[in-house]
Antibody, heavy 121, light 111 residues
């Protein structure tokens, strides 16, 4: 059974870079029909798509974050990563990684358990 | 940044039926993209409940059903149970975003 697990610092200072890694187990990240996505959810609020990548390196970014965002995939380690630069308090959220099925609608399953990132000095 | 609108809350007594609406636009649901639904219990990650408008992943009971018409979709829960209390989110693909877009979320309360 495929599982995803996010890891990274829980506290990031304003203006610095948020870096997270998603480890994929139970299946290879090298699947042509899937993307690998990042999502976030401020505590008590709704879900937001951050971006996604394909194992070939193709990326898709939320336009509102694109200028600060980088998502990369490491096939050899079966993981993918998120970097968000120049963070502010507005970037504080629970960050989730998930496998994204392409096609009509792009649904996500399964999801990692999520990791809380707080931006504060 | 949600562009799919859901009612903030719905409620019902055990055994009753509740329906959650999800209203989009011509750049997402109305453009023909599939609608998916997720259920999220407190302090846990979202979990896929319905995909492709009407399909249930393995293990999801048939008390949960989805439908779509035009630029809107609905999730219906029949035979409401106490452990159905959770937040529910619809999701589709948005042409402008070039990626997934979520609904505002609906909290289901069992009276």
């Amino acid at each position: 059974q495929m599982q995803l697990q996010e890891s990274g610092p829980g506290l990031v200072k304003p203006s610095e870079t948020l870096s997270l890694v998603c480890d994929v187990s139970g299946d290879s990240i090298r699947g042509s029909t899937y993307y690998w996505g990042w999502f976030r959810q401020p505590p008590g609020k709704g879900l937001e798509w951050i971006g996604a990548c394909h194992y070939t390196g193709t990326t898709y970014y939320n336009p509102s974050l694109k200028s600060r965002l980088s998502i990369t995939v490491d096939v050899s380690e079966n993981q993918f990563s998120l970097q968000l630069t120049s963070v502010t308090a507005a970037d504080s959220a629970i960050y989730y990684c998930a496998r994204v099925r392409g096609g009509s609608g792009w649904y996500s399953d399964p999801w990692g358990q999520g990791t809380l990132v707080t931006v504060s000095s | 940044q949600s562009v799919l609108t859901q009612p903030p809350s719905v409620s019902g007594a055990p055994g009753q039926k509740v329906t959650i609406s999800c209203t989009g636009s011509s750049s997402n649901i109305g453009a023909g993209y599939d609608v998916h639904w997720y259920r999220q219990f407190p302090t846990t990650a979202p979990k896929l409940l319905i995909y492709g408008d009407t399909k249930r992943p393995s293990g999801v009971p048939d008390r949960f059903s989805g439908s779509k018409s035009g630029a809107s979709a609905s999730l219906t829960i029949t035979g409401l149970q106490a452990d159905d209390e959770a937040d529910f989110y619809c999701q589709s693909y948005d042409i402008s975003l070039r990626g997934p877009v979520f609904g505002t979320g609906t909290k289901v309360t069992v009276l």
